[in-house]
């Protein structure tokens, strides 16, 4: 079963930090994009950063941009997202998502495949 798998979520104060994961199962992460999203209580999901299977290309959200970071270790079949100098503005439920495309970074939700269940991150002093 094709899956992917959120965790590392948390309760942190403002000015901290988190590094989230998305793992992939059944089938190798290096050949999907992949997208980080969050949804606020109450607000929409919104596409928070994406990375690309191709050339490395990655997006952010003008609201985490210089403070989150993408990367992926295809080797561990994992895609993470560092978050640094975390605001309670950031407090979501984040999920990552995956699909099979090349040269892809996009939050346009409904093109990706694979959702995970999410993980919360808090954000509060």
């Known amino acids: 079963q094709l899956q992917v798998v959120e965790s590392g979520g948390g309760l942190v104060q403002p000015g901290g930090s988190l590094r989230l994961s998305c793992a992939a199962f059944?089938?190798?992460?290096?050949?999907?994009?992949i997208g980080w999203f969050r949804q606020a209580p109450g607000k929409e999901r919104e596409g928070v950063s994406c990375?690309?299977?191709?050339?490395?290309?990655?997006n952010y959200a003008d609201s985490v941009k210089g403070r989150f970071t993408i990367s992926r270790d295809n080797a561990k079949n994992t895609v993470y997202l560092q978050m640094n100098s975390l605001e309670p503005e950031d407090t979501a439920v984040y999920y990552c998502?995956?699909?099979?495309?090349?040269?892809?970074?996009?939050?346009?939700?409904?093109?990706?495949?694979?959702w995970g269940q999410g993980t919360q991150v808090t954000v509060s002093s």
């Open positions: 990375i690309n299977n191709s050339d490395g290309s990655i």
């Open positions: 059944g089938f190798t992460l290096e050949t999907y994009a």
């Open positions: 998502a995956a699909v099979q495309q090349s040269f892809y970074c996009s939050f346009v939700m409904f093109t990706y495949d694979y």
